[in-house]
């Protein structure tokens, strides 16, 4: 109990992590199904959180050529529908291409598990054999979600960019233009000061070291995109979106300061794999 | 005791408690099915074997969080002297003893909790551990719902665990010297 507790006080993070990463492919066997069944059930009752994930493609190869004209005139019953979700891939297509170069070293793991405490981290199915190592960036084709903090022979884990105690330097930005006017392009918002983002949990993190006069004549709005702007992460990386500000205000205790939350728009904790950019280390 | 069951155990409420915890949220607070599992063993093991079993309960909970490694461990190990003190004095069986217990152990791990922030926060200055009093008492309330149902359950299949009732006999850390 003792060792435990000046354990708990004194040992750096770094030693801390030592341990972990063992155990975490001995689990596998119960979380992955009871992630799953959570996930589905999720999606069953209507509560899931992520709205814009995208559906899975079936892929029915057994069906008849009528069977298929019958879905395509289907289809085209529905076009006006989907004519607005193609422009919204559109945006998306260009800004994946845009930032394309960060996902060509990247490696896909599947989640085993999200934080067992109160911080924000998940844990995945790789090791060092995978060539996964310590200070590795983790992402999504949506987001920057993290870091890989802890390798061992049974799992990684990853601290999410909404924990406490994840910091970065960002910018902001905004898609602008439309189809008509030749597409979408990525527009950043300077602002005087460089925003640094820290996770506050609950799949949020904030923006708190600009003053609200800095951020009012930058004309930062919610839904802006929060970016990577951190020379301490690897080149490719620089401008990958980390979320949208959901919220601007002031802050309580210093009300010269802006209070500017942002969130990813997956949340991170739920997703069901992530990819290791292999060549990278912070 | 058998070790083995209370092995099991912990294997599966700490994979359960892996897997399902992001998808069961309500405003940031999930239950905690270690602590759950946690009282079902300090209220029903003897002395030390409650104490171990509830220490190595916290430790193999830290290996899967990002906090400071033991802090679970000094938590659940705390607890069990606590509630194995007082074992004598509750009725083990009946659900509000479940519920209130495990809302106490919550309420106590909560504040632990909060007082290492603290203190962390004092000894390392690059720290930022400042969880939410809220989350964690919300935390708390969450797990003491679920516990009778859990623990009720456990206790229908005490047997199972071969827990020795009065002053420990079954286990003694002492005993191998």
């Known amino acids: 109990m003792g060792l435990a507790l000046v354990s708990a006080l004194l040992l750096p993070p770094d030693l801390s992590n030592a341990p972990r990463g063992t155990l975490d492919a001995a689990f596998a066997p119960l979380t992955i199904p009871v992630r799953q069944v959570s996930a589905w059930a999720q999606k069953k009752t209507g509560t899931s959180t992520d709205k814009d994930a995208p559906a899975a493609v079936r892929q029915d190869h057994d069906k008849t050529p009528e069977q298929l004209r019958d879905e395509v005139e289907a289809l085209r019953a529905s076009l006006s529908e989907i004519t607005s979700e193609v422009n919204h891939l559109r945006e998306e297509n260009r800004r994946i291409a845009q930032m394309g170069q960060a996902g060509r070293d990247c490696r896909s793991f599947q989640v085993l598990f999200s934080d067992a405490g109160q911080r924000q981290s998940i844990g995945l199915r790789a090791s060092k054999a995978d060539g996964v190592l310590v200070g590795q960036a983790v992402l999504t084709p949506d987001c920057l979600i993290g870091q890989i903090t802890a390798v061992g022979v049974g799992g990684a884990q990853v601290r999410l960019t909404t924990d406490r105690e994840c910091s970065m330097r960002v910018s902001f930005g905004r898609f602008e233009g439309s189809p008509e006017e030749g597409g979408y392009r990525f527009v950043p918002v300077r602002t005087e000061r460089q925003p640094i983002s820290r996770g506050i949990g609950n799949n949020e993190f904030e923006i708190a070291n600009l003053d609200l006069r800095d951020v009012q004549a930058a004309k930062l709005v919610e839904g802006d995109w929060v970016v990577l702007s951190d020379d301490d992460w690897p080149r490719q990386l620089q401008g990958y979106p980390l979320g949208r500000i959901k919220s601007i205000g002031r802050q309580r205790k210093a009300p010269l300061f802006a209070q500017i939350t942002a969130a990813p728009r997956l949340n991170l904790s739920q997703l069901p794999n992530a990819m290791v950019m292999l060549s990278s280390k912070k | ?177």
């Open chain 2, 1 to 177: 005791m058998r070790w083995l069951t209370l092995f099991i155990l912990a294997y599966v409420m700490l994979a359960i408690h892996l897997g399902i915890r992001a998808f069961i949220t309500w405003h940031e607070a999930a239950p905690n099915f270690v602590l759950i599992a946690a009282v079902f063993v300090a209220i029903n093991a003897p002395r030390n074997a409650a104490l171990l079993g509830c220490f190595v309960l916290g430790a193999m909970q830290d290996l899967f969080t990002q906090q400071p490694l033991g802090l679970q461990a000094f938590t659940l190990g705390l607890l069990a002297i606590v509630i194995v003190r007082n074992q004598t004095t509750i009725y083990r069986e009946h659900p509000v003893t479940h519920f209130l217990v495990t809302l106490l152990a919550g309420l106590a791990s909560a504040a632990i909790i909060l007082l290492h922030a603290w203190v962390y926060g004092k000894l390392h200055a690059d720290s930022h551990l400042s969880p939410a009093a809220g989350v964690l008492l919300l935390d708390a309330l969450y797990s003491a719902l679920l516990a009778p149902f859990i623990i009720g359950l456990l206790q229908r299949r005490r047997r199972w665990f071969a827990f020795k009732s009065g002053r420990p006999s079954g286990f003694n850390l002492r005993g191998a010297a």
